[in-house]
């Protein structure tokens, strides 16, 4: 069972912190797929420590989407330990995660994200003054190396193992990769034997059965799911039942993927109000219809939404010319 500090989670199924698609809405949608453990989406440890308006309410967490994992990036010591007391005093997160794997130069270039790759000192130094500021456990999620030529993994996560971090979460890919070509499970397997911490998988996890390889392969704790679990929660809710009963259970119909890309969208309005919501859930309207025969017509109208309505008409006529095409294939066959 995957156990982080004193925070059980039920499974072992976990989602990934994606920036600009892991708040709230997002999240506890996932959550009611059946996760284990959510992350949040990644917070400027300066934005929290000027208290700006915009990062404090990506602090937001609500009470159903628990356990919780909240992560923050910084590449300066005293800002990130002064963001990681915010977090433990003032929000409901039951964990504090540090970023060490994002790869976008804007990110890398403050000396933060994956730039703390190369350096298996700093990241002791952090993690440990971070450790120290803080009660909630705290972890870290990196990438297995900078480039092919600098990949410290094994050493990285021991430097956190010895701060005192209770867990690793480890993307088998480097900097230099990106998003693109394959995850290294072989040295997410070698970081799992080098520590006595949970660690968490991640990388190429894109079917229930991925997941259960993962798992076998490595001898991880966890596994998370990022990019799969796009406008596809199903991907997270069919992955745990996998795991527990070895059953693999049918994709969802057109309609159940529109009606709970309807509830995530009223979610993002709650949030953030109708106007940036709607143009926000474009791209999530988009990865719900992933899958959909004959959806590249409507996906181009979506971008021509500005409100609640018309993104819901848009994607209810277009559920009922599908399963009109259906039954009348049907009723041909």
Not at 57 to 82: A, W
Not at 217 to 229: F, K, L, N, Q, S
Not at 308 to 330: G, H, I, M
Request: aromatic residues 6%; glycine residues 8%.
């Amino acid at each position: 069972m995957l156990k982080i500090g004193d925070i059980e989670m039920k499974n072992p199924v976990v989602l990934a912190p994606m920036a600009g698609v892991c708040n709230s809405a997002f999240r506890l949608t996932v959550k009611e797929f059946g996760a284990g453990l959510v992350y949040a989406e990644m917070v400027s440890d300066k934005g929290i420590v000027y208290k700006n308006e915009k990062t404090l309410n990506m602090l937001y967490i609500d009470e159903r989407e628990k356990p919780l994992s909240l992560q923050i990036f910084g590449g300066e010591k005293e800002s990130l330990v002064e963001a990681a007391k915010f977090v433990d005093k003032n929000t409901n997160a039951d964990i504090i995660d540090i970023n060490m794997g994002c790869p976008v130069p804007k990110i890398t270039k403050v000396d933060a994200g994956a730039k703390w790759l190369l350096d298996p000192n700093k990241i002791y130094d952090m993690v440990a003054a971070v450790v120290d500021a803080v009660e909630k456990p705290v972890t870290v999620k990196m990438r297995i190396g900078w480039d092919e030529e600098h990949i410290y993994a094994v050493q990285n996560a021991q430097a956190v193992e010895r701060a005192g971090g209770s867990a690793v979460a480890i993307h088998g890919r480097t900097r230099y990769q990106m998003y693109e070509g394959k995850a290294n499970w072989d040295i997410i397997r070698e970081v799992k034997q080098s520590v006595n911490i949970p660690v968490i998988g991640n990388g190429d996890v894109e079917t229930p059965q991925d997941a259960k390889r993962m798992l076998d392969e490595t001898g991880v704790d966890g596994v998370m799911i990022g990019r799969a679990a796009l406008g596809n929660p199903w991907m997270i809710y069919r992955t745990v039942k996998y795991l527990e009963t070895g059953e693999l259970l049918g994709e969802p119909s057109a309609r159940e993927k529109i009606d709970v890309c309807i509830l995530h969208l009223d979610r993002l309005i709650a949030l953030k109000n109708e106007n940036i919501a709607v143009r926000e859930m474009r791209k999530h309207a988009a990865w719900y219809l992933k899958g959909i025969r004959g959806n590249a017509k409507v996906r181009n109208a979506i971008n021509e939404c500005n409100t609640r309505d018309e993104l819901v008409t848009l994607l209810y006529n277009f559920v009922e010319e599908v399963e009109q095409k259906e039954q009348s294939q049907s009723q041909a066959v």
